[in-house]
């Protein structure tokens, strides 16, 4: 496969920072606000490992569908740099959004694929019609230090990224709050009693514990409540029948992340519910708490991949408990079928 590096590079212009305490009392952004409630678009950045587990497709999904953010720069994290940044790509393009830039991760690993590898293999990069930055960390530090408002970064993978953004530029927490799809606080994977070293925290812990003790405002969905998100029956069908082009896109993901599961001679049938959608909570929680519980945790990460509650850790809000996961569920499906 040709190797399709980006061509080029636009410099952001750096601008003071603004207050700290404006960003704070932004950080509960209208917990009990109707939805569709109007006020000016949030500015958000997308971190995320993209191309791995599936949820991470329908995340991007609801994060395009969404009136109330403003999605301005995409960066896959994690390695396989260049497979993320073409998914990445390739689906903005199809929505409709290629005005969106997108960045390369941190070179822990620029090659490699994964199961969603079918939907890019002839995706040539250098042909997107937005911005490409091959150097993505630096693109999330221009992006936040030019952005004359807060900027929310939502973060729905293991965070390496982010660890190198605060040690190039400590700044960037004056101006960012951070959602992100990290943790197991009460309870584990499947809604176990037991706590789990949940994933995006056990695979670089030291990056987690980097972004869990910097100086910015922090809400997490843990396992507690993104891990009870799926779709099934009729409401997973109105996703698989929609006509809408970002649903069509996540479902043709979906079914060849599917495929790519199957052991060899397997038959390959459509699934026919989805798998558990941890990442949507994250992006969901940039701009409404509604239908959940969220508490003021203080959070220790664990060298082996555990987020404790533990007296003198820095303490952030924590999505504990849904108080309506179905009044969730028929949010997503109609935000993701609707046209």
Not at 101 to 114: I, K, Q, Y
Not at 265 to 289: C, N, R, W, Y
Request: net charge neutral; aromatic share 8%.
């Amino acid at each position: 496969m040709k190797v399709d590096f980006p061509r080029f590079r636009f410099p952001f212009a750096s601008i003071s920072s603004l207050l700290l305490a404006f960003l704070l009392g932004s950080a509960g952004l209208a917990a009990e606000a109707p939805i569709s409630a109007t006020r000016a678009k949030i500015p958000v950045i997308l971190d995320t490992d993209i191309g791995d587990d599936i949820d991470d497709t329908w995340a991007l999904g609801l994060l395009l569908k969404s009136p109330e953010l403003d999605l301005k720069l995409a960066v896959g994290d994690h390695g396989k740099s260049l497979y993320r940044a073409k998914i990445l790509a390739k689906f903005l393009e199809k929505a409709g959004k290629s005005g969106v830039p997108v960045g390369l991760g941190a070179d822990l690993n620029a090659r490699g694929s994964g199961p969603q590898e079918a939907w890019v293999k002839d995706y040539n990069l250098n042909q997107y019609p937005g911005r490409v930055y091959p150097d993505g960390v630096q693109a999330i530090i221009d992006t936040i230090m030019a952005s004359p408002e807060p900027v929310v970064l939502i973060a729905i993978g293991p965070v390496p990224n982010l660890k190198e953004a605060l040690r190039r530029e400590p700044r960037i927490a004056q101006k960012t709050r951070v959602t992100g799809m990290q943790g197991s606080v009460r309870l584990g994977y499947n809604g176990d009693s037991q706590t789990a070293p949940e994933y995006n925290v056990k695979e670089d812990a030291r990056a987690c514990q980097a972004v869990f003790t910097a100086p910015w405002p922090i809400t997490i969905t843990p396992l507690d409540t993104c891990g009870l998100i799926d779709l099934e029956g009729g409401t997973y069908q109105k996703v698989v029948q929609s006509k809408d082009p970002i649903a069509a896109a996540i479902i043709e993901n979906y079914q060849l992340w599917s495929a790519a599961q199957a052991k060899p001679g397997q038959t390959i049938v459509p699934p026919a519910k989805s798998t558990i959608l941890f990442d949507t909570v994250a992006v969901f929680l940039a701009f409404s708490e509604n239908w959940l519980t969220l508490e003021e945790l203080p959070i220790r990460v664990t060298d082996d991949g555990y987020t404790r509650i533990e007296a003198g850790a820095k303490v952030m809000r924590v999505a504990t408990q849904w108080k309506d996961r179905d009044a969730y569920r028929q949010f997503l499906v109609d935000r993701l079928a609707g046209q």
